[in-house]
Each structure stands twice: as structure tokens, then as C-alpha cells.
């Protein structure tokens, strides 16, 4: 009966996870057909730039900071009576400064620190690989003792992100130097915000799968 009872309780968690995951899906996909509809109408207009995914205090920029402030949570819950709850506190609160980079656009400043080139038409970028270098470092060694499936996500969207919030940054912004805001522009600025946001969902999936089976532990404690 307990056993039934804890089963079903982890499968009730399962589908809230992937309720909330296709929600995300799904405001995502209606942004991106705003987005393209924008583009097509002409990018950067009165009437168009508020659906625009490249741009800053738009709809999709407050998605991108809401979704990592619930990674945050789910990161910070996961490592909750944990041996190793510092490294995921400070994978936590990554992600947390990252939240509130989406809407602050705190990274362009790091363009200011001395000694550390740019990259491409971004000047900021050189510091943030190395920022990134440094993360990987401290906690590679960590993240490779997880759980293949959690190591795995972890992993991929780390680099989905990073391929989205540099890779794709410098490529928009080297073309928009060299040709303007026209459509391709847009369209790289779209795949890097895509590339973020897919990231920040792929470990957040993982997060939630973890919580939802931690439930059957803590549901027999509370039965015991």
C-alpha cells in the first residue's frame, strides 16, 4: 500500500515536470512566431521590437529570467541535505546572477575589465570565456561524479548556453557591424537567445526529474 502510495506520488511529480517543461515549450514557440512575423514586418520598429527575441525588456528576456530563476530553485533544492550542498548552492546562485543578467544586461560590463581582450565586435566576450573557464575548472571535477543522466544534462546545457549567450553573440554582432540590422542579424540574434533559453530548459528537465524521484525517500520518512 506504502509502495503504491510512493509510486504514484513520484509519477504525480513526473507529470507537474513535464507540464511546466511544455509550457516553457509552448510560450517559447509563440514568441519565436512573433519574433519571425516581426522580422518579416521589419525589424526594430514602434510596433514591432516589444516581441522581438533579441532585444532587452521584451516578454522573451522576462521568460529567459524567469526560467533560470526556477533553475536556481530546483539547483538549490536538489543539493538540499546533500553532501555536496555548497557546489550546488553555487551552481544555484549562478544561475540566479545569470536571472537577473537577462534583464540587467550586467555581463556588458565585464568589456570594462583591463587586460582581457574581446572577442569579435563584443568586448565583454574574451572575459566571459574566461569566466566560463573558470566555472568549468572549479566544478568539472564535481559534475563529472554526478549521475550519467544528470552529468549529461548538466553538460549539454552548459553548452547549449554558452554556444547561444557567446558563440552565436559575437557572430550577430561581428554581422550587424559589417552589414547592419538586417534579417540575418536577427535571425543569428534569435538562434543565440533560442540556444540560451533550450539550455537553461534542458537542465532544468533534469532537475525536476531528480526531485520528482527524490519524492519516494521523503515520502516514506514522513511514513515512517
Avoid at 126 to 135: D, I, K, N, R
Amino acid at each position: 500500500m506504502v509502495l503504491a502510495d510512493v509510486a504514484g506520488v513520484a509519477t504525480d511529480l513526473r507529470l507537474r515536470s513535464r507540464r511546466v517543461l511544455a509550457a516553457i515549450v509552448a510560450i517559447a514557440l509563440a514568441l519565436n512566431v512573433a519574433n519571425a512575423l516581426c522580422i518579416i514586418a521589419g525589424a526594430n520598429t514602434d510596433r514591432t521590437r516589444f516581441w522581438l527575441l533579441a532585444l532587452e525588456r521584451t516578454p522573451a528576456t522576462w521568460l529567459s529570467a524567469a526560467v533560470l530563476a526556477a533553475t536556481a530553485a530546483a539547483a538549490w533544492a536538489v543539493g538540499h541535505g546533500r553532501r555536496d550542498a555548497r557546489t550546488w548552492n553555487a551552481v544555484a546562485g549562478i544561475l540566479l546572477v545569470l536571472s537577473v543578467d537577462e534583464v540587467a544586461t550586467l555581463h556588458e560590463r565585464l568589456a570594462a575589465i583591463p587586460g582581457v581582450p574581446g572577442v569579435g565586435s563584443r568586448g565583454w566576450a574574451g572575459a566571459g570565456l574566461l569566466l566560463v573557464a573558470v566555472v568549468a575548472v572549479r566544478l568539472g571535477r564535481w559534475a563529472l561524479d554526478l549521475d550519467r543522466r544528470l552529468r549529461g544534462a548538466l553538460i549539454a546545457g552548459a553548452a547549449l548556453f554558452v554556444a547561444g549567450a557567446v558563440g552565436f553573440e559575437v557572430l550577430a554582432g561581428d554581422h550587424q557591424s559589417a552589414h547592419g540590422s538586417d534579417t540575418t542579424y536577427w535571425t543569428l540574434s534569435t538562434v543565440e537567445e533560442d540556444l540560451e533559453l533550450l539550455g537553461v530548459v534542458v537542465v532544468l528537465g533534469a532537475l525536476l526529474d531528480v526531485l520528482a524521484q527524490r519524492g519516494e525517500p521523503l515520502r516514506l520518512a514522513i511514513d515512517r
